[in-house]
């Protein structure tokens, strides 16, 4: 249950942090280092689902 629980807690890290991707590339000048480091924590995420996911 708590794999679960964990995997629930990451996926919704990893919508917020698309959501934050989205609204900084809506700004009128978007920050190309904050979206990067942005994308490598969503990637980070979405790697640590797939091995949660794989381990079932």
Known sequence: MAVASHQE???AKHADLDAQIAEEERRPHPDDVVIHHLKKMKLKI???????????
């Open 9 to 11: 807690s990451l996926k």
């Open 46 to 56: 979405k790697d640590e689902l797939m091995q949660l996911q794989h381990a079932d």
